[in-house]
């Protein structure tokens, strides 16, 4: 276990932000009827849940490499985006062609191109195929950036 100090009100932040992005979710659900909006009312604004979420994010990779980070700039940027990759990519890449194989029911050269582009991360007009893939669209890019 490291020795790095909690930072316990980044994980109250963390947890408030998984609250309202569940209830976004869930608005749905919460309105009774065609005419109740109980659900946006509450969770409406739960969509700020992503931003924070972001927000969180930046601070922990600043916070958690600033030290390695001074000793070597290149060497520990380079060790950190792999890191990254080896955690992301593999299971991404499995859910987004089970989530094929289940919900998508034809195959041709355009769902093809789509595979490809949202196993690499690259944005379209469209969603990725395994929706959650549009954040990590965004977080591949801040590390090319």
């Known amino acids: 276990m490291e020795n790095k100090k909690l930072l316990y009100y980044v994980q109250c932040l963390r947890g408030l932000a998984s609250l309202l992005v569940c209830g976004f979710h869930t608005r749905y659900w919460i309105n009774l009827n065609d005419n109740s909006e109980l659900g946006n009312f509450l969770f409406g604004k739960g969509v700020y849940g992503v931003e924070l979420f972001f927000i969180i994010s930046g601070f922990i990779m600043i916070y958690t490499t600033k030290d390695n980070y001074l ?48 196993i690499m991360f690259i944005p379209y007009n469209e969603l990725p195929i395994l929706y959650l893939g549009w954040s990590l669209n965004y977080e591949m890019f801040f590390y090319l950036i």
């Open 71 to 118: 000793q070597s700039q290149y060497k520990y940027s380079i060790s950190f985006i792999k890191k990254r990759i080896i955690r992301i990519v593999p299971l991404y890449t499995i859910l987004t062609i089970i989530w094929y194989i289940i919900f998508i029911d034809s195959f041709n050269w355009n769902v093809f191109i789509k595979i490809i582009k949202s």
